[in-house]
């Protein structure tokens, strides 16, 4: 098993370098020059070069390629050309937000898509079941923006429950500033004791987490129902029932674990379509996160911030589903040595 | 009456675009403490179905009647809640095929301690111990318990199988074709093993093709062909005067042991579909003795001797089967 | 047996459903409804009436008739998706399964790395690259997903590859492009198209995706995540600017997974039918 892990993660970095190459190829392809966008609108000739000097953009571009590689493997993306900033700290700064969205809505999509499945699989055939089909085949065509939009004109614009946008209020913050820990700021305000901010952290949450979760829901939900019908019809479950077991026992024991181990897969995915739609989400609800710090540095052609970010996420993305895979050879008895 | 398995008039139906049919028909059987009772028929007979019928696990679909009871307690038409404490407890199964009915997710030891747990409220070192026993008596050691069952072998699994349907006891014990898929050695282990239960007071329903497992472990056989018992009896009633042609055909297309060299017979045709069924006697097409009644009359079951009942306008003669055979 | 009819009167309502989209679609030039793009700030944020059934947006242009010349830009630009990554994908799969070795390996790896991308995130940089426009999206989208067409005809291609007749037509020398026309491609196009028709509702929502975030269609081009976007500073006050370009994704997309959910269960009869 110790074996196959650093088989996979050395797969894993060779597809990162991959990664990295095909976006540095990209990235030399975008539209405008970034020199433009570091000096303005009327640079010297001597400026320009003194910038393309700068940014090692005279020299060959396999060179150029081979330090940005060098430089990648050691957590260096360079400077946002937009703030200045290096793009490590404002990636990572941004990371928390993404991540404290992205994580409560996978969470809030499994903890209600995995007992509705199930509920769905005993129901079968039921009010309820042609009810969560309904909710999977609309969640998954809904597009995330119009979802983000009604709800947005139901819980802002009609009953003024929720914060049309943001992260926090920020009023709030700059009367009582939260120290960061965690960076996730429902658990900071929490820790920090500061029960206002901590409202507010979750008002600003509830509808980009809504909006982010559908269509996560439904395919979990949907996922969970198919493959718990399925192992329910297997000869195992037939033989357990002639063996006395309660209907409890089986939904939540028997069936449940040969139904959970390959919905690992799926979950993996969900992620993956998370991270897609964080994006949207991000720029919707005006969230800080790495989503919306995407589209910003694609629209002003901050090159050394698009591929940072593009990095990590990939990274990220990857190492979730080795973590998945990983979790699929402790779960499943099959597969183990 | 208290102990045993008592089916009556049982008819197991499924509705189809033609409207019901019925996969089995009247069905009387009984099996009483200590006796091996062997069900033979070809496959699509019914008997499989009739095993599940005796634990209420037929499927959704499929449209039942008559009575099954288990030392007295109804089984058709039951709630789950009456059925879980009986099922593993009073009656329980070996399935066909052990490679898939043993849960891949958990180890023999669990299921096995599952099974004990729901039945009796024990601590686990006594239930670790009924486990042990069950498997010791089925001819495993206690290796078996931390297996997963894709670790075992076919021959294991059937144990493993047998030993999680006899640790609870249960009055009656319905073993589904136990030693098809094994192989000689193991199946004749296994054939024993039935009988020593058998001899400890259970009541085994032996469900077969095989007409010498029949012969080597059966007390009584009953023969079911296309969903209706055609014949029943001791074994040897059965094995020396077979009264119905359709056994007499069965017992000519099998080689019986002691039954010396001789040419082996196959039955011509085959079972008809449930969903198609002929009026009349089911076999006629396939009958040699078939007459103008067979195809307008279904019978009732004749009784040869108190023993022996046979299902046929032209029962055999009892003459001419001993000379055959 | 109720609930296979059920799912049949599902399957017609969303035929019916996706039809009528489609010939509102086909017939829009003919059918004498407003400009779309014609700007008029007498008429702006009109509410939905008989003149204007759904309303007028910001710049007083019709949003009845931009939803109905939309479904035309969404239904083309989806089926160019699926059309161009599909075109690009069979060829690369059967050269890949075909050579094998190296050839193989080297598309084996490229694709490990397109799918190395979120969903979504390969679509955004690569149409930032292209630069705006509904046409470049369509393209970033289906570079994006070539290889997963790419993939399903190189694994027909190695499973028809080791058919006996397959290697008797090599035995006695049929050259590789007419093995590859006469058996392989046959086999692969039932998935191929299988997977074209799942990814046509998908193909909507990520293009207007890219439009509502501003690197997909820009004006005057009519396309309904478009016309979500610029709704975005007035839909709270008129609720009719984003909410019919919006149903409109929603239910094209809606009709078509239905649709092409009923058809693949009817198709595969692996799959289980409901008693």
């Known amino acids: 098993m110790l074996g196959y892990f650093f088989r996979r993660l050395a797969m894993l970095a060779l597809i990162v370098v991959g990664v990295a190459i095909f976006t540095f190829v990209l990235s030399r392809a975008l539209p405008s020059s970034p020199i433009e966008m570091m000096l303005g609108s009327k640079p010297t000739a001597e400026q320009i070069a003194q910038a393309r000097a700068d940014l090692g953009l005279d020299r060959p571009v396999v060179i150029q390629l081979g330090r940005y590689i060098v430089q990648v493997a050691q957590g260096e993306f360079g400077t946002s050309l937009r703030t200045g900033r290096p793009v490590m700290e404002e990636v990572i700064q941004r990371l928390s937000a993404t991540a404290e969205l992205v994580s409560l809505a996978l969470l809030l999509a499994v903890a209600l898509g995995v007992p509705l499945g199930i509920l769905s699989a005993a129901q079968r055939g039921r009010w309820i079941d042609g009810l969560t089909r309904m909710l999977a085949v609309s969640g998954v065509a809904v597009p995330v923006f119009f979802l983000g939009i009604v709800l947005q004109m139901i819980f802002y614009g009609w009953l003024g429950w929720l914060p049309l946008q943001g992260r926090i209020d920020t009023n709030l913050i700059v009367d009582f500033p939260v120290p960061a820990h965690t960076g996730l700021l429902l658990i900071d305000s929490a820790l920090a004791g500061n029960t206002s901010a901590l409202k507010s952290a979750f008002s600003h949450l509830v509808l980009p987490t809504l909006t982010l979760m559908l269509a996560s829901l439904a395919t979990i939900l949907r996922a969970t129902r198919n493959m718990m019908i399925e192992v329910l019809g297997s000869d195992h479950i037939r033989a357990a029932r002639a063996y006395g077991a309660s209907r409890r026992s089986l939904y939540f024991k028997l069936a449940l674990k040969p139904t959970l181990v390959p919905l690992l897969t799926i979950i993996g995915l969900t992620y993956g379509f998370m991270l897609g739609g964080s994006v949207i989400t991000e720029v919707l609800f005006d969230w800080p996160g790495i989503g919306a710090y995407i589209v910003e540095s694609v629209v002003t052609n901050d090159y050394p911030a698009v591929l940072g970010v593009t990095l990590v996420i990939s990274t990220l993305y990857l190492l979730i589903n080795l973590v998945v895979d990983m979790l699929y050879f402790v779960l499943d008895p099959r597969i183990h040595v | 009456m208290s102990g045993g398995l008592v089916i009556k008039q049982l008819s197991l139906s499924f509705a189809h675009a033609g409207g019901l049919a019925a996969a089995v028909n009247a069905c009387d059987l009984a099996v009483m403490p200590n006796e091996i009772v062997g069900l033979v028929g070809e496959s699509g007979s019914g008997k499989s179905l009739t095993a599940l019928a005796c634990l209420g696990l037929t499927p959704p679909n499929c449209r039942i009647s008559g009575s099954v009871q288990i030392a007295g307690t109804e089984i058709v038409g039951a709630s789950e809640a009456t059925l879980a404490p009986i099922r593993g407890r009073k009656i329980a199964m070996i399935f066909q095929n052990p490679m898939t009915a043993l849960n891949p997710f958990f180890t023999i030891g669990e299921q096995m301690m599952g099974v004990i747990r729901r039945h009796f409220s024990v601590d686990i070192n006594t239930a670790r111990a009924s486990v042990s026993g069950a498997l010791a008596q089925s001819g495993l050691t206690d290796i078996a318990l931390k297996k997963y069952p894709h670790q075992m072998s076919g021959g294991q699994l059937q144990r493993a199988m047998i030993a999680m349907a006899i640790a609870c006891k249960p009055d009656i014990l319905i073993a589904d074709e136990p030693s098809t898929a094994l192989d000689v050695t193991v199946q004749a282990r296994i054939l024993n093993l039935l009988r020593q239960l058998a001899d400890q007071g259970m009541g085994i329903l032996l469900i077969t093709h095989d007409l010498g497992v029949v012969a080597q472990v059966a007390d009584r056989v009953a023969v079911m062909y296309s969903g209706r018992i055609v014949e029943t009896g001791d074994t040897d009633d059965i094995f020396s005067s077979a009264a119905h042609p359709y056994t007499l055909g069965l017992l000519q297309s099998s080689p019986v042991m002691g039954g010396g060299r001789r040419k082996m017979h196959a039955i011509s045709g085959v079972v008809p579909d449930f969903r198609y069924r002929l009026s009349g006697c089911a076999f006629r097409d396939r009958c040699t003795h078939m007459q103008t009644i067979c195809a307008t009359e279904q019978v009732a079951l004749k009784s040869l001797t108190p023993a022996h009942q046979v299902n046929c306008h032209f029962p055999i003669a009892q003459s001419s089967t001993a000379a055959k055979s | ?275």
């Open chain 3, 1 to 275: 047996m109720s609930s296979w009819v059920r799912g049949n009167i599902f399957a017609a309502i969303s035929a019916f459903g996706l039809g009528s989209i489609v010939v509102l679609a086909l017939l829009a030039p003919y059918l004498g409804l407003a400009d779309p793009t014609q700007i008029d700030f007498a008429l702006k944020l009109l509410p939905p009436s008989a003149e204007h059934w759904f309303g007028t947006d910001g710049l007083g242009r019709d949003i009845f008739s931009g939803v109905v010349h939309g479904a035309r830009v969404s239904l083309l630009v989806a089926l160019g998706v699926v059309v161009i990554a599909a075109g690009i994908g069979i060829p690369i799969g059967l050269v890949a399964g075909y050579a094998g070795g190296w050839l193989d390996t080297i598309f084996m790896r490229i694709s490990d790395v397109f799918l190395a991308f979120p969903p979504l995130l390969l679509p955004i940089t690569l149409s930032a690259l292209l630069g705006p426009g509904l046409f470049n999206a369509l393209i970033a989208v289906a570079i994006s997903w070539f290889p997963w067409y790419a993939r399903i005809v190189r694994s027909t291609v190695l499973s028809v590859k080791s058919e006996l007749y397959v290697q008797a037509a090599r035995a006695i020398g049929t050259p590789p492009l007419s093995i590859a026309v006469r058996h392989v491609l046959p086999n692969s196009l039932s998935p191929v198209i299988v997977q074209a028709s799942m990814d046509f509702g998908f193909a909507i929502l990520t293009t207007a995706s890219l439009s509502f975030i501003g690197m997909g269609a820009v004006p005057p081009t009519v396309e309904w995540g478009l016309m979500v976007a610029s709704s975005r500073s007035v839909f709270l006050e008129y609720w009719w600017t984003a909410m019919f370009p919006g149903m409109a994704i929603f239910l094209t997309v809606f009709f078509a997974n239905v649709l092409v959910d009923s058809v693949r269960d009817s198709l595969d009869p692996k799959l289980e039918r409901k008693p």
